[in-house]
């Protein structure tokens, strides 16, 4: 018999027993008589694996079965034998000494004078080149770990403290899916009165009605991946606040760690290279011309400025917005004149929407006259709210109300607001109005010095309301006027 003999000479005695002791516990056979037989390399054989876990902590695996004992069997033994540890067991008092008998080479691993079991030089794994010195320091630092693990399970402040720090995870992670919803139902929602609203042609086809589901798409996969990565991070939390779980949590930590470290170096790949050189394409495009067209109409579009219907004034023009498309937005103006402006254009031109606002008080309007200073203030007030008084299609609430815009030097600037119903009838009921402030001013002789004058004249430059109606004009008809 052979015995290799620890490196320490204090334990060199019990080294020696348990060197005698090798195969008994290797096996971990009952202690019985059996018939003499020579130990020689038949006594070991390769069978299915198994491992020895701890309180989830894996321990060590046995890869050889000896003397007919299969691994899984040496591994329900060694776990039995651990189990029976006390909880005050040290750390010190755990430690593994190297052992011969006969033909078997192995290393035992102790705790408190007790032997837990053995690893054999056939359970190592010949493809990774380990030692069994490193598999015997390695179980027994696994083990030190598992039987900590199993004493703070079972202290009252640990188990508190887990379940505590769980109520709060469990607490956050409810409001980040109620946030996440309420997020994910109002974009739904926007997007429904979007449908509703917008219309993006590309060679004559509407697209709104499939970008829109994509969003719809996009939506709801953004939402459940929110909802799936904080699922992920509260379990991964609460399983690694209690000990008996914290190997699941430690791997779900590490899972997730390796996938976002393969991620970042993830830009070597051909994939993120090709996509690289195409958004780098699409880019020197854009400043070119259509790509750029492309993404001012997204940007028109996503910024909600105009929609089908709309009444609005971009630059020069003022129309109603008949078209909204990927490439250019359509108006149509008061002479049934179509209008196409760039989307490039319209999106470095200030905007002016006479709709967006409107709600329920509807859109204002207004008209400015100029008027002398020997006409008193009040009664031009007074003329301009009798002419709104007259006008069709303006409303009564909100109250029309007069401005003083300036006092130049011949006269003072007047401006008449009033909300109409349809911002759309603008250019209607201004060209209206217009007119009824005329007749107001004829009928009371009060003078017009629109746009300016330079010195007052003789008379009066106002219009008999005998004259309101010479050729080739005529009195109006019946209700006619009130009408117009």
């Not at 320490?8 to 005698?20: K, M, N």
């Not at 189990?83 to 008092?93: C, N, Q, Y």
Request: aromatic share 6%; net charge neutral; hydrophobic share 45%.
């Amino acid at each position: 018999m052979t015995f290799l003999v620890g490196p320490t000479c204090l334990r060199e005695v019990f080294t020696v027993a348990a060197s005698a002791a090798l195969l008994l516990l290797a096996v971990a056979a009952p202690l019985q008589a059996q018939p003499p037989r020579q130990d020689t390399p038949a006594t070991l054989g390769r069978a299915a694996g198994a491992t020895l876990r701890v309180w989830n902590r894996p321990i060590a695996e046995f890869r050889a079965t000896v003397r007919h004992v299969s691994p899984a069997d040496r591994a329900a033994n060694a776990a039995r034998r651990i189990e029976a540890l006390p909880d005050d067991v040290r750390s010190e008092e755990i430690f593994v000494e190297p052992a011969t008998l006969g033909d078997l080479h192995g290393a035992l691993v102790f705790a408190r004078g007790q032997t837990l079991f053995a690893i054999m030089e056939a359970d190592l794994d010949p493809t990774t080149g380990e030692t069994l010195e490193a598999v015997g320091a390695r179980a027994v630092a696994q083990l030190r770990s598992a039987l900590q693990a199993r004493g703070e399970q079972r202290r009252v402040p640990v188990l508190l403290r887990g379940i505590a720090l769980s109520i709060g995870a469990t607490v956050i992670l409810g409001l980040v899916l109620w946030v996440t919803r309420r997020s994910a139902d109002r974009a739904l929602e926007r997007l429904t009165t979007m449908t509703h609203h917008h219309a993006i042609s590309l060679l004559g086809r509407d697209m709104w009605p499939h970008l829109n589901t994509f969003q719809r798409v996009m939506v709801r996969l953004t939402a459940w991946a929110v909802t799936i990565v904080a699922a992920y991070l509260w379990l991964t939390l609460v399983l690694h606040e209690f000990p008996y779980t914290r190997p699941w949590g430690e791997r779900l930590g590490d899972y997730l760690t390796a996938l976002l470290a393969r991620l970042a170096t993830g830009s070597d790949a051909d994939a993120f290279k090709a996509i690289g050189i195409f958004t780098g394409l699409m880019v020197s495009l854009g400043s070119a011309g259509l790509v750029n067209h492309l993404m001012s109409g997204l940007v028109v579009v996503y910024s909600r400025a105009l929609r089908t219907g709309d009444l609005v004034k971009s630059g020069d023009f003022v129309g109603i917005v008949s078209e909204v498309g990927l490439l250019s937005t359509k108006l149509v103006n008061a002479r049934r004149e179509e209008i196409t402006i760039p989307n490039a254009v319209l999106a470095g031109t200030t905007v002016t929407n006479y709709s967006r606002l409107a709600g329920e008080h509807g859109a204002v309007v207004s008209a400015s006259v100029t008027i002398g200073y020997d006409q008193p203030w009040r009664q031009v007030h007074a003329l301009l709210l009798l002419a709104a008084e007259r006008t069709p299609r303006i409303r009564r609430e909100p109250a029309p109300y007069v401005l003083q815009r300036g006092l130049s030097d011949f006269a003072v600037q007047y401006e008449l607001r009033v909300h109409i119903e349809v911002p759309e009838e603008r250019f209607r009921v201004l060209s209206d109005l217009h007119g009824r402030i005329q007749d107001a001013f004829n009928e009371f002789g009060v003078q017009i010095m629109s746009p300016a004058f330079e010195s007052q004249p003789e008379r009066s430059v106002v219009v008999p309301k005998s004259k309101w109606f010479t050729a080739p004009a005529g009195p109006p008809k019946d209700g006619q006027e009130d009408a117009a």
